[in-house]
């Protein structure tokens, strides 16, 4: 003897739909990366998520090199974490010779701003966050 399985549909309703909220979130993210990006200092940004990327840089002709220097310090800095069991890493600063960089995840967006090395990292740190 077949039993039979009853099927149940559940739909689940929201006060407002989540796809607005994004959306919401988004565009504020990058209209804070619009006002970072004419900072004293600051080069440019990356931003990206799973389903696109946004690069705005002063110096297009480097946008390879920016964006595989982001990529890299974030892959690395998954490995450190998981290596020195460091939990969840907040942001990360790059120091170089001539530039710095500053990457941070903001809910599925990976975000990496470039800077001379006189740029204020605290005040774009802040601006990021207030999202």
Do not use: C, H, W
């Not at 990327?53 to 946008?63: G, N, Q, R, Y």
């Not at 220097?69 to 460091?86: G, M, Y």
């Amino acid at each position: 003897m077949v039993k039979k399985r009853r099927e149940t549909d559940e739909v689940t309703t929201t006060d407002e739909p989540i796809a607005i909220e994004t959306a919401a979130y988004e565009s504020k993210l990058r209209e804070n990366l619009e006002e970072i990006k004419n900072y004293e200092g600051v080069v440019g940004y990356i931003l990206r998520n799973t389903t696109s990327a946004s690069i705005d840089l002063k110096e297009p002709v480097k946008i390879i090199d920016y964006a595989t220097l982001s990529s890299t310090a974030f892959d690395a800095t998954e490995e450190f974490s998981r290596l020195f069991e460091l939990g969840n890493v907040k942001d990360i600063v790059v120091n170089g010779k001539n530039l710095k960089m500053l990457s941070l995840a903001v809910e599925e967006n990976k975000i990496s701003v470039f800077m001379e090395n006189n740029a204020d990292v605290e005040k774009v740190l802040k601006k990021l966050q207030a999202v």
